[in-house]
């Protein structure tokens, strides 16, 4: 599957087909060693940044602090064992990362801890690194590591540049090969959805489908409680205690790779089905923000927030419409989500009270019954329906429109 990255190269989106690595327990080592320079070098990066304040001189760029690398693995011999490529390309992790921060498009990058954020990129990347073997097993040549096996599920792109390297917290490798997606084509039938999200449907279409975002199933839930009462009572630094985290990250991994499966099938399914997707401008980030508050103004039913918080986030909601931007580019129209849930879209009555449970929607009006969630997604089917044909007619796609009488030219002759 691809998988977004956040570099934009000649207008278009660059993006990652992953797959799984199977390393020998001597590469797995040499691996780490990998994930502990970069780790290294980004956090000696973000501790120079940290001491820079308005007035001071400016921090290092990436230029100078590739000649205090250099400097660095002169004098130290653990890290001049390591390949400079992986911690050249930390530092340009970092300036693209603080890149980003001054463009206001991320936060500030923050240290990275062993365990979490483990991977290293590589760049450069010549033809025959990457080979087939046998049907559903391939190899990837990484630098000091030698060839490391890989699952070929599917083809590697043609034209890799690079490929990033990364651990997960399940202990899993995987290898991502950096490519250019092609979009999905349109249809050409001139049809709109609208999609509505929710935490009790992830997804409801116009055309009445319900879709679900899979998670883990009641045994696999029961399981996760009772892994995290024994990790309640591990003492910390144990080996106990990393056992049992352990089997909570792959469970937990899990649940993550079926929902980003569920995402990239329902995006390519809507993609190839239909012209237009119309989905609701949800600023997921202040939806999600935790109830909390402070010591001086607590917040009021913080447990009930956190739950909510947790079901948008597992439902996949920016992932989702992510990933249909990426494969429909163009495509996909955005509305106010304003009294979507509230308006019939029988007669357009709107009214707070026709919303009488999560899923059941009866117009106090009019008297029209349905789903809560399908009414909505009409509604915002029609915003954008409406607003692409407007008074000039046409298709949502371009074409052909009637083009209203113009005064001047009627004055004329």
Not at 135 to 142: L, P
Not at 247 to 261: I, Q
Request: hydrophobic residues 40%; glycine residues 10%; aromatic residues 6%.
């Amino acid at each position: 599957m691809f998988l977004p990255l956040v570099s934009v190269l000649i207008g278009r989106l660059i993006g990652v087909s992953r797959y799984r690595l199977e390393p020998t327990p001597a590469q797995e080592r040499v691996l780490l060693e990998h994930c502990g320079h970069a780790r290294f070098v980004w956090n000696l990066a973000v501790e120079q940044h940290a001491h820079w304040k308005p007035g001071r001189k400016g921090a290092p760029g990436f230029a100078e602090q590739c000649r205090q690398l250099t400097e660095a693995r002169a004098e130290f011999a653990w890290l001049r064992a390591g390949s400079i490529v992986v911690q050249q390309q930390a530092l340009k992790d970092f300036a693209q990362a603080m890149a980003n921060f001054f463009g206001k498009t991320h936060k500030r990058p923050t240290w990275r801890k062993r365990g979490r954020s483990e991977g290293f990129r590589i760049v450069a990347v010549k033809a025959g690194v990457v080979r087939r073997l046998s049907r559903n097993v391939g190899e990837v040549k990484i630098p000091k590591v030698g060839w490391v096996r890989l699952r070929w599920s599917r083809a590697v792109p043609e034209g890799v540049k690079s490929y990033r390297v990364t651990r997960d917290r399940a202990g899993r490798w995987h290898v991502a090969f950096a490519a250019i997606p092609e979009p999905i084509p349109a249809p050409g039938r001139g049809e709109v959805v609208g999609v509505d999200r929710g935490v009790a449907v992830s997804a409801a279409l116009s055309t009445g489908e319900l879709l679900k975002a899979p998670g883990l199933r009641d045994t696999e839930k029961a399981g996760l409680s009772r892994l995290l009462r024994r990790l309640a009572r591990a003492q910390r630094g144990s080996s106990r205690r990393a056992k049992v985290n352990a089997a909570v990250a792959r469970l937990k991994a899990r649940e993550t790779d079926r929902r980003k499966g569920w995402v990239e099938k329902t995006s390519t399914h809507l993609a190839r089905r239909f012209d237009v997707i119309a989905v609701e401008d949800l600023k997921i980030a202040g939806m999600t923000r935790s109830a909390r508050g402070t010591v001086d103004a607590p917040g009021r039913n913080v447990r009930q927030k956190a739950g909510l918080n947790r079901g948008v986030l597992a439902a996949g909601w920016g992932r989702l419409v992510e990933r249909l931007e990426h494969k429909a580019p163009g495509r996909v129209r955005k509305v106010s989500p304003r009294y979507t849930s509230q308006t019939c879209n029988a007669c357009g009555h709107r009214a707070a009270e026709s919303r009488q449970s999560q899923s059941r929607f009866r117009c106090l009006a009019c008297g029209h019954q349905g789903n809560a969630d399908v009414n909505a997604a009409r509604n915002i089917r029609d915003t954008v329906a409406g607003h692409a044909v407007a008074a000039r007619g046409g298709s949502p796609l371009g074409g052909p429109v009637n083009r209203e009488p113009q005064r001047d030219l009627l004055l004329m002759g």
